[in-house]
């Protein structure tokens, strides 16, 4: 197998570029849909379009028993800094998080089954509009997939993210949380604005947040209980529009991560307690917590299964079980339904700079996208096969 798609190199190269050098926001991947659809149908597989927006979702086979292979299809405002061929050329706009590797990549594991197609079963090609965030209704990509059907019979789902801090060849498989749940904030802390000569007069915001932060920031370290994890993050602030100014208000947005569901709740109740201290301190807020995606959990059964079939195809040494990060996926979603395993694929290039995710300078190493075909080729086949009949 591995072979087989290490001679897809060239076209998963061009696939891959040609979505790189047109990236598209999410729920707007028309031109991108458009590639998967017609890849999809040259490959001889049947095509859905449309699906949750601008999603797309091919069929081979008839189930069941079936299984779903996932990509994401969205890119992210950034402006890409890289000075390559296949560089973005829309302004502002840019495959920072890989992306189009993933859409390649199951093109790729497309091409190789519907040449040896399984002897039984269905496999089904989710191509997933908006990863990255939430459309106006609250719902991302995978949600709105969901609402149009797209895992209606299946058994079992597998996807992967590509990973610049393991090398090419690599596969990083965790059973358990893999991706933390992330949730949002806006925080408005209210006072009584005048004159910065005069401060005696007033209920300056701006020290009362100062106060509010500091708060925020011990949660973690001083609610939590110290084995399990989590994270708060202040990320913006805004207030005051002149240096002698007190303002009446000012607005702090944020983030919260978490791993388990009673983590999650104690988070949200201790920012509430912290943003108290404004009423102490003469002042007043509004807080407002925005529930984000849910926790990536794999089943421990198929992180197993990915982790013996990708042994047997790259080596067991090149598979290892990598901390749980606290970035968040909506593949969650997908897994809140139906068991399965989102794990890691190595794009570092060995000696090369590493550049993580999100980074206007962000590249991958290609020879890493005929090792995702393969390896989620294999899944899927060797899943059809393994099922009781």
């Known amino acids: 197998m591995i072979e087989q798609a290490r001679a897809l190199q060239d076209r998963l190269s061009a696939w891959r570029r040609a979505i790189h050098m047109h990236p598209e926001p999410g729920f707007q991947e028309i031109n991108t849909a458009a590639l998967v659809a017609e890849a999809l149908r040259e490959a001889g597989i049947r095509v859905e379009t449309g699906i949750g927006g601008t999603g797309v979702v091919g069929y081979l086979g008839q189930g069941p028993p079936t299984v779903a292979l996932r990509a994401d299809m969205d890119a992210l405002p950034i402006q890409e800094l890289n000075d390559v061929p296949y560089a973005s050329q829309v302004p502002g706009m840019m495959h920072a998080c890989g992306h189009d590797a993933h859409v390649a990549i199951l093109l790729g594991a497309a091409t190789l089954l519907a040449n040896a197609p399984p002897s039984r079963g269905q496999v089904r090609f989710l191509?997933?509009?908006?990863?990255?965030?939430?459309?106006?209704?609250?719902?991302?990509?995978?949600?709105?997939?969901?609402?149009?059907?797209?895992?209606?019979?299946?058994?079992?789902?597998?996807g992967l993210h590509v990973f610049p801090d393991i090398p090419v060849g690599t596969v990083g498989v965790i059973p358990g949380p893999a991706f933390a749940a992330a949730d949002s904030f806006h925080l408005v802390i209210r006072g009584q604005g005048g004159h910065g000569a005069y401060p005696h007069r007033t209920v300056d915001p701006i020290v009362i947040s100062a106060q509010v932060i500091i708060a925020i920031q011990t949660i973690v370290a001083r609610r939590l209980r110290p084995f399990d994890s989590g994270v708060i993050t202040v990320g913006s602030i805004h207030g005051g529009t002149k240096s002698n100014i007190i303002p009446e208000e000012v607005k702090l947005n944020g983030t919260i991560r978490s791993f388990r569901p009673?983590?999650?709740?104690?988070?949200?109740?201790?920012?509430?307690?912290?943003c108290g201290i404004a009423r102490v301190l003469g002042g007043d807020f509004v807080l407002q917590i925005g529930e984000g995606y849910p926790p990536t959990v794999n089943d421990a059964r198929m992180a197993a299964f990915v982790r013996e079939v990708a042994s047997e195809l790259l080596g067991a040494d090149k598979v290892h079980t990598p901390d749980p990060e606290m970035g968040a996926e909506d593949f969650s979603f997908f897994l809140e339904r139906v068991p399965g395993c989102y794990f890691r694929l190595g794009t570092g290039s060995p000696g090369g700079p590493m550049v993580g995710l999100h980074s206007?300078?962000?590249?991958?190493?290609?020879?890493?996208?005929p090792v995702g075909g393969a390896v989620l080729s294999e899944i899927a086949r060797r899943y059809l096969q393994e099922q009781p009949q």
């Open 360 to 369: 206007p300078h962000f590249d991958i190493d290609e020879t890493a996208l």
């Open 262 to 274: 009673e983590v999650r709740d104690l988070l949200h109740a201790e920012l509430e307690r912290a």
């Open 127 to 158: 191509f997933q509009p908006s990863e990255e965030g939430m459309g106006q209704d609250g719902k991302s990509g995978a949600m709105r997939m969901i609402e149009d059907g797209a895992l209606e019979g299946v058994d079992a789902i597998f």
